[in-house]
């Protein structure tokens, strides 16, 4: 078994990398939705999944994130083999995803949203009163996240009233709140204009360095403005690892992006 | 303390104030309503918990509600008149019957979760007529003594003390409740209802808490079971019937799904409706809270305790004249 | 085993008229909620207006039957389309206020119906032609029963044909699998609804008309024959004319030979069957969009 997969963790330099896909396969009967993928993302990296529409980038997300369960292969996470873990027991040891679509708590605050990842990273989840102490030190946390995020003058306003941007970032405030090691985000460029775009893009630049983020994007601006490694799928096959400019270089890449005629802006260099 | 706190404090004073008169201002057969109406408040609540906080609309507490009234009829006939004792052990029993149930019904969620419930509110209905040894079958049990509030003392045959023992019970019930609401697990029933695929993502095994929810509205349903048992002093099948789960789901969706005050004031509104204005209009209840239900889908969209706005603009001439005499 | 079959045959064969009874009722039921998503509550009160419209017109004669019908059609569209009226505004609101809108409904209705036919329950007789009995593998057995097995069967097959097979009904089976598409398509799901919604209307109280001999009409008669079609429905799986039948000719089963077989578990039967469909299936036997 492990003869026949490649030792994803071997090819990075720097130790165990934070997740390691191996030979990561989900077939949808005949449909090779994703097919034999082996990468690994080094600790600490911001790391990007890219491929033209139906490259598998969709699956391959819910599969690291625990969401659909894999044909074959192995998903691991600081070395631990986690493939039979639960979603949820993937984020209670550090790999949190966030949603495509803003995937909020919309009838509670900013910060009860918040507060609702903090109060299970302290294991109080299930706690049926309310200690005062304690609720000062989850609440001066829930607040700490929030103003990385700029959105304590926000705290007390609904979910479902804040702007898009603003649940984009409240978002990603969420995931952070569980202090994760991996951070996964799904497209979160999706349906944002440019400037939202842009002022997402300082968010992840913002985030702790001890974080590693892994980002299955869409957005080509957004990814070469983050990503120190991309991976490129592409008809559900990893087709190569490396560093923006490696992969910007790559005759494969370029053959895939053309023969999905969605060369739009990999090819161009980010303007002024 | 701030113009609103005042506010708040004199409503729940003046709320206390009404709830303590009652007996002294009333006949016996209103009071014995104003009972009624407590106990089936505690109902509701528990309804509530599970179909406005945690999202997941019930039919089925019924079941509970009558096993914590057989098991505090029992406890009564066999053991002890002390209603703490029976308030324990019923809602003890009714915890035990959500622990078993439970899982079973979590299974699924929304419409299938209201049908199971159904389903298991009717096989109690069903076991509790049938099991003629321990229910008394169809024919009900009867012979439960007065209960004893305290060791030594006389049991309670007035209405008016019955009134206020299970009003003691029923406000401590609702402080319960209220202090739940405001713990962490409240807020993660709330997080169940609003997003449980995200509940999930941020690393909750989002059943446990299901079922744990579940379980609490158990206990509460019990609870309120003994009560009646209490103060009725006769428990048939018919107590946990599928009309008692449908009006106690109605009371909160009248009352304002998700609030626990508007739950109460629902269950009242019902209670009232069903033997007090029933009475008057010579037995036809049912005609009256059809149009109850009508009238409150239509015109409370969000339930007596939906908020201000629609009240408001069910009165626009009040709201005209308001508006005008702000502006001159 | 010969012997086996010999001693439960009539209630096997009361089970396929009670199923096929359940089917003219589930299926709209099933319908409503499967495409519009609207959980319909008052859908018993039009079983048993058709049931009383037959008490009250038949005579034994065939005329009086054929009166009963054209009401019973008359008085199910009407009153479909008067509760689609109802919960159009409360489209988008959930299935609580709906729920609790047409149960206010099914009270004010039952409660008029006890003004205008009395508390009791009112046995109906059939048409006086139909009126025997027959011998039928060596048992005595009702014609009426047959004929209805019959009449009902027809019709399962008319509903079942032209969902499966029109154009109308692939719309309907469109719009069970993803709203917004149809929508979308430019299709006014509002006429949709009370299209579907009269249409399961009548069904119902033409089943009520048919079934009145067999399910006499009667105060509470339209909650048990409610919560009958709704496990149906829950076992059948939600919007699935299929599920709709085969659930209700298993319920029919359960309800008839299950009762015969074990007497002392009949109170649990209904329930437990269901218990046990969800406990494996929580979507039911059939999931929408695979009928």
Redesign the interface.
């Known amino acids: 078994m492990s003869a026949q997969v490649p030792d994803a963790g071997a090819a990075v330099a720097g130790g165990v990398p934070a997740v390691a896909v191996e030979g990561l396969s989900r077939h949808f009967g005949s449909l090779k939705a994703v097919h034999e993928v082996t990468f690994a993302v080094r600790a600490g990296s911001r790391h990007a999944v890219i491929g033209p529409n139906g490259a598998g980038k969709s699956t391959l997300f819910a599969l690291i994130a625990g969401a659909l369960p894999a044909t074959a292969g192995r998903v691991r996470l600081h070395g631990d083999d986690v493939t039979s873990l639960a979603e949820h027991a993937r984020a209670r040891r550090g790999l949190v995803r966030t949603f495509q679509h803003s995937s909020l708590f919309l009838s509670a605050t900013a910060r009860e949203n918040v507060l609702l990842a903090v109060q299970r990273r302290h294991g109080v989840q299930g706690s049926p009163w309310r200690a005062v102490g304690r609720r000062r030190a989850l609440l001066e946390e829930a607040d700490e996240v929030l103003g990385q995020l700029h959105l304590l003058d926000r705290a007390g306003a609904a979910a479902g009233a804040l702007s898009h941007g603003e649940r984009r970032q409240l978002e990603v405030a969420v995931a952070l709140a569980t202090s994760p090691s991996v951070l996964l985000l799904d497209e979160p460029a999706a349906g944002m204009s440019p400037a939202d775009t842009h002022a997402f893009q300082q968010i992840v630049l913002g985030l702790p360095q001890e974080v590693t983020v892994l980002l299955v994007e869409h957005d080509l601006d957004l990814v070469f403005g983050v990503a120190d490694t991309v991976t490129v799928l592409h008809l559900g096959e990893h087709l190569i690892t490396g560093e923006p400019a490696q992969v910007r270089a790559s005759e494969a890449v370029q053959q895939a992006y053309l023969g999905a005629e969605d060369t739009s802006d990999l090819f161009l260099e980010e303007g002024p | 303390m701030s113009a609103l706190q005042v506010r708040r404090s004199l409503l729940v004073g003046l709320v206390a104030f009404g709830l303590l008169m009652v007996p002294w201002v009333f006949g016996a057969f209103t009071v014995s309503t104003f009972t009624r109406a407590l106990v089936f408040a505690v109902l509701a609540m528990a309804v509530n918990l599970l ?1 406005g906080v945690a999202g997941m ?1 019930t039919l089925g507490q019924a079941a509970y509600f009558g096993v914590g009234a057989y098991a505090g009829a029992l406890v009564s006939i066999h053991w002890s008149e002390l209603g703490v004792v029976q308030l324990v052990v019923a809602t003890l029993a009714g915890v035990v019957a959500a622990v078993l149930t439970g899982p ?1 019904a979590i ?2 969620r ?3 979760f ?3 419930t ?3 509110g ?2 109690g209905h ?2 509790a ?2 099991l003629d040894a321990v229910t008394g079958g169809t024919d009900g049990l009867s012979g439960i003594r007065p209960v004893v509030v305290l060791p030594g003392s006389e049991g309670l045959v007035n209405e008016g003390l019955i009134y206020y023992y299970v009003l003691v019970v029923a406000v401590l019930a609702y402080l319960g409740v209220g202090v739940l609401l405001r713990s962490p697990f409240g807020l993660t029933l709330r997080g169940l209802r609003d997003n449980e695929a995200r509940l999930r993502a941020v690393g909750y095994r989002t059943d446990a808490y299901a079922l744990g929810a579940y379980v609490y509205a158990g206990g509460l349903a019990a609870l309120a079971g003994s009560l009646w048992a209490s103060s009725q002093r006769f428990v048939a099948p018919g107590d946990m019937g ?1 009309e008692i789960a ?1 009006l106690a ?2 009371a909160v ?2 009352g304002g ?1 998700g609030s626990m005050w508007g739950a109460c004031l629902g269950a009242a509104l019902v209670v009232f409706t069903r033997d007090y204005f029933g009475q008057i209009v010579s037995g ?1 209840a ?2 009256l ?6 009238l ?3 015109l409370l ?1 969000k339930g007596i305790a939906g908020g201000r706005a629609q009240w408001r603009s069910l009165f626009p001439a009040a709201r005209a004249a308001r508006t005008t005499g702000e502006t001159t | 085993m010969t012997g086996w079959f010999n001693a439960h045959f009539v209630s096997m064969v009361d089970g396929v008229a009670y199923g096929l009874l359940l089917f003219t009722l589930a299926v709209g039921l099933s319908l409503v ?1 499967g495409m519009m998503d609207v ?1 319909n509550l008052a859908h018993g009160t039009l079983y048993l207006a058709g049931a009383y419209a037959a008490y009250a017109l038949s005579d034994g004669s065939w005329l009086g039957l054929v009166i009963a019908l054209a009401v019973g059609l008359v008085v199910g569209l009407v009153g479909g389309g008067l509760l689609a009226a109802a919960v159009a ?2 489209q988008g ?1 959930g ?3 709906q ?3 047409t ?10 119906m006890v003004m205008l036919f009395g508390a009791e329950v009112l046995p109906t007789a059939p048409p006086a032609a139909l009126g025997g009995s027959v011998s039928l593998l060596g048992h005595t057995y009702p014609v009426y029963r047959l004929a209805f097995i019959g009449i009902a069967a027809v019709l399962a097959a008319l509903v079942y044909l032209a969902f499966e097979r029109s154009s109308v009904g692939a719309l309907v089976r469109a719009t069970v699998a993803d709203r917004d598409m149809v929508r979308a398509m430019g299709v006014d799901t509002r006429k949709v609804l009370f299209g579907v919604f009269g249409f399961g209307a009548a069904l119902a109280a033409v089943g009520g008309v048919l079934g009145a001999p067999i399910i006499a009409p009667g105060p509470g008669i339209d ?1 048990r024959v409610l ?1 009958l079609s ?2 149906v429905v ?1 076992i059948g799986g ?1 919007g699935s004319v299929r599920g709709a039948l085969l659930g209700a000719l298993l319920i029919g089963q359960v309800q008839t030979l299950g009762v015969a077989l074990v007497p002392s578990y009949a ?2 039967l ?3 069957a ?2 046990l469909v ?2 494996l299936r ?2 039911g036997l059939f999931a929408p969009g695979r009928a």
Not at chain 2, 289 to 294: D, M, N
Not at chain 3, 103 to 112: C, F, R
């Open positions: 179909t609309p079973l299974r699924g929304g419409v299938a209201l049908m199971i159904l389903a298991i009717e096989i069903s076991a007529g049938r599928f449908a789901l109605l969706i009248v799904v036809h049912p005609l809270l059809g149009i109850l239900f009508v409150a889908v239509y969209p | 909620f959980l505004p409360l609101r299935h609580l206020d729920a609790a809108l149960l206010g409904i099914s009270l004010i209705a039952a409660e008029v909650e919560v709704l496990v829950v939600l109170p649990f209904l329930f437990g269901m218990l969800l406990a929580p979507q």
